[in-house]
């Protein structure tokens, strides 16, 4: 990761100035154990991804253990750190990955906001918790960013793209990256922000259940739905990926953690105050071809076993 930075010049510097207290969370700069099936994606600090045990007390949705995502003030990697942005996350493989362009597929976990605070436009450091992207210069199919509590203006918004089921707030929401860059969709269209699916501080400490279904569409045939807590919140139809990023890659992959997006609205708004120390959970992750096999609840009331 190191020389790696050292290429872009200007990242090693960072690096540098961080690494003594890297290596001293841990005892070495290292590369902790992510799930099977999963790689780190930029993520070189040790405390970035931790599993979290319930019997060291951390929460844990079901069995005896969870991911624990933190992204601290500093943290960042590769080409990261010149954006400037930072995330604490990890990478589907397509070892693992079921998910085609065009192909009906589920996922289903649950999420824990243990740090997260709200903000505004101002300060926003535009946070992504979870995200399906296929990579490379491709801007993301689909990811769930939260706003400024002022930002978002769903009732002026095209009611064919801004497919809400009812959510009268909430500052965790759906965003088409890629579809609303590619068409051009400004404030009529809400910029992409299709859906609101909660309120983080309101969900603070406490377990969310989140279920997407999609077919990662091109045409309007493309749909995207979402429920939170086996409610639907969002319940989209029609394109969600581009010709043009349908024709660099038919596999789009899952992300999740916690991803800064972009720094600067925050240094300028608080004349580059540290920014706060963002820790989540993730428990459950799965995915697959029907909602039977992938809902956490199901498997619950089934007595399946954990994702451990």
């Not at 990811?143 to 500052?171: K, N, Y």
């Not at 279920?211 to 990662?216: G, K, L």
């Amino acid at each position: 990761m190191l020389v790696a930075c050292t290429a872009l010049g200007g990242c090693l510097s960072v690096i540098e100035q961080n690494i003594t207290r890297l290596a001293s969370d841990t005892g070495a700069f290292g590369n902790p154990s992510v799930p099977q099936g999963y790689t780190r994606n930029f993520s070189p600090a040790p405390h970035n991804f931790r599993y979290g045990l319930r019997t060291a007390g951390d929460p844990v949705r079901y069995g005896d253990r969870s991911e624990r995502f933190e992204l601290r003030n500093g943290d960042c990697g590769g080409s990261d750190c010149l954006e400037p942005r930072s995330r604490a996350e990890i990478r589907m493989t397509d070892d693992i990955n079921p998910a085609r362009v065009g192909q009906d597929t589920w996922y289903s976990y649950s999420f824990y906001n243990a740090t997260v605070p709200s903000f505004t436009k101002e300060n926003s450091l535009r946070l992504v918790f979870g995200q399906w992207t296929v990579g490379g210069d491709n801007r993301p199919v689909f990811r769930f960013l939260q706003l400024g509590t002022d930002e978002g203006d769903f009732d002026a918004c095209d009611p064919s793209i801004c497919a809400e089921t009812g959510a009268a707030s909430g500052d965790l929401v759906v965003h088409l990256s890629d579809i609303a860059n590619a068409r051009g969709w400004g404030s009529a269209q809400n910029d992409g922000y299709v859906c609101r699916l909660f309120d983080m501080q309101a969900k603070r400490g406490t377990w969310v259940d989140i279920t997407v279904n999609t077919n990662f569409g091109t045409g309007p045939d493309g749909y995207l739905r979402v429920w939170v807590d086996d409610t639907l919140k969002c319940d989209y139809s029609g394109p969600l990926v581009s010709p043009q990023t349908a024709g660099s890659s038919t596999t789009p992959h899952h992300r999740r953690g916690v991803f800064s997006t972009w720094h600067k609205r925050w240094d300028k708004a608080t004349n580059n105050a540290p920014k706060p120390n963002l820790i989540v959970y993730y428990d459950e992750f799965r995915a697959g071809r029907s909602h039977f096999e992938t809902d956490i609840r199901f498997s619950i009331a089934s007595g399946s076993q954990p994702v451990d």
